[in-house]
């Protein structure tokens, strides 16, 4: 089975910076990567009027559109659950997802105090790490913001 990490915090935290930062080290050490966006509030991935559109709006339950650089599919009822998407990560090492805070995984949390008064997961048994720029112990490891090599030695050494 694919390791499956969150990284988590709460809005304007930097889950997506501290992710752009763990992927280049992460390849940088040999390891294949997928990533999962948690897009509570809905998405949209194609354009009204593109053939894959149009596919989707004639009623296709799973849509693929394939370049000779890329492939993206769509699928009707895929779930909200990391382990129900997770069955698409078979050819990674790894799979770091954004957001899912209430499922059942290893969490890593983002917190930057000049944003939020409180952590997210200061009583959450899935945390094993916390990046951060306050002094607030939540009896993980903590690193700072910067600190990408520190972040990516403990994902490898507790996942890969």
Request: net charge positive; with cysteine; glycine share 10%.
């Amino acid at each position: 089975m694919t390791p499956i990490i969150s990284i988590v915090g709460k809005s304007e935290s930097g889950k997506t910076t501290l992710i752009e930062k763990l992927i280049p080290e992460l390849k940088k050490r040999g390891y294949r990567i997928g990533t999962i966006k948690h897009a509570h509030h809905g998405f949209q991935i194609d354009r009204e009027g593109k053939d894959s559109w149009r596919h989707k709006a004639a009623g296709a339950d799973t849509i693929m559109v394939v370049s000779p650089e890329s492939i993206a599919m769509l699928k009707n009822g895929g779930g909200e659950t990391i382990d129900s998407v997770g069955k698409y990560f078979s050819d990674v090492d790894i799979v770091i997802t954004e957001g899912f805070k209430r499922e059942n995984k290893p969490k890593i949390e983002v917190f930057r105090k000049a944003r939020h008064a409180e952590p997210l997961c200061r009583n959450d048994d899935n945390l094993f790490a916390f990046v951060t720029d306050d002094d607030a112990d939540l009896n993980v490891p903590r690193f700072g913001t910067g600190d990408i090599k520190g972040i990516v030695d403990l994902i490898v050494k507790k996942f890969l």
